[in-house]
């Protein structure tokens, strides 16, 4: 599929369930796609090429079979691909999501030209993450179909900025597809972003208390106990991200220490990696999760709401 605007109004709501390390697996893509909307996952998330293939063949196979059974609307998958130099994985993987012809590619740091015209070339589209205007300019220049707007508030490498000026300044440079990313869990939320300029939504976090999730029940809990407020932003590893801050706590991290960005004290915690298992990413939007649901309830739910707060706005014109 090469038509961004075909891709879309093939979509049963513009709703894209972000790229999740170890969180967006399988199961939850196909959940995620037999809904009518973007299911993905990122390729690191396996840990060899020969496990993405066998997931690249199960997507294929499992989309086809969807529709086989009669599933009225199917959305599209995608893939992450970390475009930068460090990815050593990065020739293989792409050649592998040439081969099988993945629909769309989620890219993220550095815009390589030479990546897009792969994807391109077997008609697949390229979506890549951006956090302020000078990003999208590179990744634009490189050809990209589309821009993730990652604002602050997202989930894991969030951004700084907020969605409506990143929106604004983005919208001012390109009528290409933005897809809004940070602290999206309501069907209210998908709305709003669509009239504020954006045509689909990255929706991660609450993706993570799906029962189809690759998280851990306690994982799932932080998110239902927290609040915008129990997420730490800082530098841990290797940029900035959004942690949840009971779990840096309990893995014996300092935040003072985080805060500074000490280097003999990053130095100790990065030594510590056996625990970053138990160290889990979330964004702004927790506050608005308080269950799990399976990603059908989930889906159905976000139907529910942007259907409402679509009669809500016309009542709201409608008044004036």
């Known amino acids: 599929m090469s038509n961004v605007t075909d891709l879309i109004a093939g979509m049963s709501l513009p709703v894209i369930a972000a790229p999740m390390f170890t969180v967006s697996n399988l199961e939850m893509a ?28 199960t997507m294929a196979e499992g989309v086809v079979r969807l529709a086989d059974e009669g599933v009225e609307t199917v959305g599209p998958y995608g893939v992450n691909l970390v475009v930068a130099a460090g990815n050593q994985r990065l020739d293989q993987d792409l050649a592998l999501c040439i081969k099988h012809k993945v629909p769309v590619i989620l890219t993220s740091k550095g815009a390589p030209g030479e990546v ?26 490189a050809g990209a179909d589309g821009l993730i ?9 969030g951004g700084t900025l907020n969605p409506f000026a990143l929106v604004n300044e983005v919208r001012q440079l390109t009528d290409k597809t933005i897809i809004l990313a940070g602290a999206i869990s309501t069907g209210q939320d998908i709305l ?14 609450r993706f ?6 690759g998280a851990t029940d306690g994982y799932r809990e932080m998110i239902i106990e927290a609040r915008a407020t129990d997420i730490f932003w800082g530098t841990i590893t290797d940029a900035p991200s959004n942690t949840l801050t009971p779990s840096l706590l309990r893995a014996g991290v ?16 990065s030594e510590r990696k056996k625990r ?19 990603v059908e309830a989930l889906c159905n739910r976000l139907k529910a709401e942007y259907a409402a707060a679509q009669a809500g ?8």
């Open 30 to 57: 196909l959940a995620t796609c037999a809904q009518g909307m973007m299911g993905s996952f990122p390729a690191h998330t396996t840990r060899s090429g020969e496990m993405l293939e066998d997931w690249l063949i």
């Open 116 to 141: 897009f015209d792969a994807v391109h070339a077997y008609g697949g589209l390229v979506f890549h993450d951006i956090g302020a205007a000078r990003h999208a300019e590179k990744a634009l220049a």
């Open 149 to 157: 707007a990652v604002c602050s508030g997202a989930g894991g490498h």
């Open 192 to 205: 709003a972003a669509q009239i504020m300029g954006a045509d689909l939504v990255y929706m991660g976090t």
């Open 208 to 213: 993570i208390n799906t029962e189809e999730s």
């Open 254 to 269: 300092k935040l003072e220490d985080l805060r500074r960005q000490d280097p003999d004290a990053l130095l100790a915690i």
């Open 276 to 294: 970053w298992k138990d160290v889990w990413s979330a964004g702004h939007g927790v506050g608005a999760i308080h269950d799990v649901l399976s």
């Open 313 to 320: 706005l016309s009542r709201f014109q409608a008044a004036e």
